[in-house]
């Protein structure tokens, strides 16, 4: 848009937003049925009432509109017990601006967020991560991995992935799948096109069989540095119609600990797993000589 069709529009915003308006709009609102009550002309008064109902409704579109353009997130009174305070403090600016909703639980360093709101907070917790260069610049994610094309789909989840990479920042992907999806043919050809997918990005990928974890330890989680984890808790969708996440800004190292104890070190370490799945399913695919109880071996083993 350019800059002479912006500024009637910002115009028009700012008198909207007026506090002269919306004091008029007040007054008048109290002014008008006084005077109708003392008026005996029943068609003054009629009017009079007409112009009352049309301030009513002018008021309400006004405030409702305020509402939806404007939030103002209770502050917290602690930030330092958020584990990163600035990275804290930049997320919650960025939901001030962006988000239309009431997010006022953030003041106690947790935010919970639903359906579509999801991957576009995931997207804009890795930007602030980029934009803030809080240190290190690293990401941690685990991801129950029910149905591998979903994630082929987040594009703006990707980018965001791409853009944090190109920055010099590193990205570790835990695939958590349970071991009856990794010895069926499509599934397992889904899988390691997503894998490769994320290799070609430049994220570390490591595989772990979900039958095997604790239930603490088959979580899907985002960790974001030192400084937030998105944590999902009702998996969403294609289309995020569903879908329930929450934020958290302190006890980071829990999540952490949690994430760390699957990945491992060695020979036992998650990338480690991945590659010995890698040794037998790839062949068998390539060669169209899938074998479910072969795979099936395979898994046993890892």
């Not at 005996?40 to 409704?57: F, M, P, S, Y």
């Not at 129950?144 to 965001?160: F, G, H, M």
Request: glycine share 6%; net charge neutral; proline share 3%.
């Amino acid at each position: 848009m350019s800059t002479s069709q912006a500024d009637p529009v910002r115009r028009a915003t700012d008198w909207l937003a007026s506090p002269v308006l919306n004091a008029f709009i007040g007054i008048a609102g109290i002014a008008v049925p006084v005077i109708a009550w003392v008026n005996d002309r029943t068609g003054v008064k009629n009017a009079l009432l007409i112009a009352e109902t049309v301030l009513v409704v002018a008021l309400t579109a006004n405030h409702l509109w305020l509402r939806r353009r404007y939030i103002t997130l209770r502050r917290t009174n602690n930030i330092r017990a958020m584990d990163d305070a600035r990275y804290y403090d930049l997320v919650r600016g960025q939901l001030e601006q962006e988000l239309i909703s009431d997010y006022g639980e953030i003041a106690d360093g947790h935010l919970r967020v639903y359906a579509t709101e999801v991957p576009r907070l995931s997207v804009l917790l890795l930007k602030t991560l980029v934009d803030s260069r809080t240190d290190p610049l690293r990401v941690l994610a685990a991801d129950l991995t029910t149905n591998p094309s979903l994630l082929t789909q987040r594009r703006e989840y990707l980018a965001a992935n791409r853009r944090l990479l190109e920055a010099g920042g590193t990205i570790q992907r835990l695939f958590i799948c349970y071991r009856a999806d990794l010895i069926r043919e499509e599934y397992a050809r889904n899988l390691l096109q997503l894998i490769t997918m994320h290799r070609q990005m430049g994220v570390t990928c490591g595989l772990a069989v979900r039958d095997r974890l604790r239930a603490d330890q088959a979580v899907d989680v985002i960790i974001i540095a030192s400084a937030a984890a998105l944590v999902e808790e009702e998996q969403g969708d294609a289309d995020y119609s569903k879908g329930r996440s929450s934020v958290y800004f302190k006890g980071v190292e829990r999540w952490t600990g949690r994430f760390e104890s699957v990945w491992g070190h060695g020979t036992d370490s998650a990338p480690m797993t991945l590659q010995s799945y890698e040794s037998v399913a790839r062949p068998m695919l390539d060669g169209q000589t899938w074998d479910d109880d072969r795979a099936g071996n395979a898994v046993d083993q890892l």
